[in-house]
């Protein structure tokens, strides 16, 4: 046995605690009860058994009982940092296994790791009781381990038939025989309640919650005994998730085991058995949803430890100078109410799927808003363009710094001074080379950038010099409003303070911040006010006095926090 995963031995010792002697969880009058047990690895289906599609549920499904997969003692390091420690989990036949943790607790890694994506440094799986070894998402995929992510990963020029049967077609005498091909793609949707048309419709005519199904269909047409789905209600409407949970109940009870990955905790009592927890790159414990509430999952995932606001500036009064009063934009959000005074840091927060990051989009005219209004110094606008809203005095800081805010092989003084033309040109054609020179040597002092000389390539600078960079973009024309999206994103720990400390100074300078966010110790330390959205419109606000459980548990779907926030 070679590097990675070992089959069946025990991993090599560590000196860490494993998730057994990982922090306890907080002792208040919420505190989740024991975690259970894992189940014995004994086989829950026989070996070579194909999973069933349309019709199957004459067969009796595998005891839920039985473990089917079963991880002990998983660790993984990327460099020097250590991504999940002494992490277990054991998943049931027929059941759906909710795994839940803050962003960079671990899941992603370990869900990796599950698909073969990704191989262990330490520890063990077993499936249907037998010790393997998982290298390659091939590997996965022959013992019928399959994921399906947030956004389906599918070839949108192609039909369903081909997307499903991709690299395994049904052929005869050499040929692919679309006639046998349609008709099992056609079982597999009755499986799913979807039309037996959409065997031959091309899948960028679906919408997202059909290409989803489709991922589905495609994972049951390479027999999958595990389905992981990943975010898979963050996209989809109320009406869309009731049938993506009934087409997870009518697959546990033909057998299939789900792992059921999800940032709003609410809607795992309606589908799930069990719950495992992680938390910075541990697993806290596996416990039976049923007794559990929002609030006890949020603590356990938090450590019960209350993030004050370390915020000690002195809130602004006076008018705001961003008002958004009933706004909504179709299919994304609606009835969203905010508002930031100058000199105010408000921090927006809410989890995949919430609708935040559209609100940010639609405040700096990338979507035009369909509904509300939005104000600023009082005065309506409708930003129609970004170009349209920096002229207004609004400027966004884009969350994908590398897709949205970099030109790679461009030098910092041309990634400052991208978009300003107007104001750095020589008679409003040609850019003014030394006024450019000037504007970019004046934000490298400001914001401290780290760089022999403002003509080095912005691909060569770390990740947080070059957010700083990517930010000095945004301030060349001194904007009323920052909207700041994953500010610190990506970026190490030094570089994140000095992100803090500079949008601390914007703010004493007068400029309005909202800080669009999913990092929530963040939020807490940096806002003056924060304001959550979920479901797609805002729902309650906290003060200075909000904590990690506070401000998770009512993003997450807990009705009590919501009702307790401060106004």
């Known amino acids: 046995m070679t590097d990675g995963v070992t089959a069946g031995g025990q991993p090599p010792a560590e000196p860490q605690a494993g998730p ?3 922090p306890a969880a907080p002792t208040t009058a919420s505190t989740a009860p024991a975690a259970s047990t894992a189940a014995p690895a004994d086989p829950a289906v026989p070996a070579g058994t194909e999973l069933p599609v349309a019709g199957a549920g004459d067969r009796p499904a595998p005891d839920s009982g039985l473990a089917r997969l079963v991880l002990t003692g998983i660790s993984k390091r990327y460099g020097a940092v250590r991504a999940i420690r002494n992490a277990d989990m054991t998943v049931k036949a027929g059941q759906v296994h909710a795994l839940v943790g803050e962003n960079g607790a671990g899941k992603s890694t370990l869900i990796k790791i599950v698909s073969g994506a990704e191989t262990a440094d330490t520890g063990t799986i077993e499936f249907e009781g037998a010790p393997v070894t998982i290298s390659s998402t091939v590997d996965a995929m022959a013992l019928g381990i399959a994921t399906v992510y947030q956004e389906p990963q599918l070839f949108a020029e192609l039909t369903v038939s081909e997307n499903i049967f991709m690299g395994r077609e049904i052929r005869t005498a050499g040929r692919v025989d679309w006639a046998a091909q349609n008709a099992k793609v056609v079982e597999l949707l009755e499986l799913l309640r979807l039309p037996a048309r959409y065997a031959t419709a091309v899948v960028g005519t679906l919408s997202i919650a059909q290409q989803q199904q489709v991922s589905i269909a495609k994972a049951l047409a390479g027999n999958a005994k595990i389905l992981i789905l990943d975010e898979p209600s963050a996209i989809l409407t109320d009406a869309e998730i009731d049938v993506l949970f009934d087409v997870v109940r009518r697959l546990t009870a033909s057998g299939v085991s789900v792992v059921y990955i999800s940032h709003r905790l609410d809607e795992l009592f309606r589908i799930a058995q069990e719950v495992t927890v992680m938390r910075d790159g541990q697993t806290i414990g596996t416990y039976p949803i049923a007794d559990l509430t929002v609030r006890q999952i949020a603590e356990l995932m938090v450590g019960g430890i ?14 705001p100078a961003l008002v958004l009063s009933d706004l909504g934009l179709a299919g994304r959000f609606h009835s969203v109410d905010v508002s930031v005074r100058p000199g105010e ?6 989890l995949v799927g919430s609708g935040v990051s559209e609100i940010a989009a639609t405040i700096y005219g990338i979507d035009r808003a369909t509904e509300g209004e939005i104000r600023l110094d009082g005065k309506r606008i409708s930003p129609r363009s970004p170009r349209d809203a920096q002229r207004l005095g609004i400027a966004l800081l884009p969350a994908n710094r590398k897709l949205q805010g970099m030109f790679g092989f461009q030098s910092i003084a ?5 978009g300003h033309l107007p104001l750095l040109s020589r008679f409003g054609t040609w850019m003014d080379r030394s006024r450019e020179k000037s504007v970019a040597r004046d934000m490298i002092a400001r914001l401290a950038v780290r760089t022999p000389h403002e003509r080095q390539a912005i691909s060569a600078m770390s990740g947080g010099n070059a957010q700083k960079v990517v930010l000095a973009r945004q301030l060349v024309e001194r904007p009323k409003v920052l909207v700041l999206a994953e500010p610190t994103q990506g970026v190490d720990v030094g570089a994140k303070e000095e992100i803090h400390r500079i949008i601390a100074e914007l703010a004493q300078g007068g400029t309005a911040v909202l800080v669009v966010t999913s990092d929530l110790p963040e939020a807490l330390r940096i806002s003056d006010r924060i304001q959550v959205v979920r479901g797609g419109t805002t729902t309650v606000e906290f003060g200075p006095d909000a904590t990690q459980v506070d401000v998770l548990a009512a993003a ?4 009590a926090a919501s009702d307790g926030g401060a106004s």
Do not use: T, W
């Open 414 to 418: 041309f990634n400052i001074s991208a």
């Open 20 to 22: 057994s002697s990982a």
């Open 556 to 559: 997450a779907g807990d009705v």
């Open 306 to 319: 209350l993030s004050e606001h370390h915020s000690e500036r002195s809130v602004p009064s006076g008018e």
């Open 345 to 350: 840091i408000v921090g927006l927060y809410g």
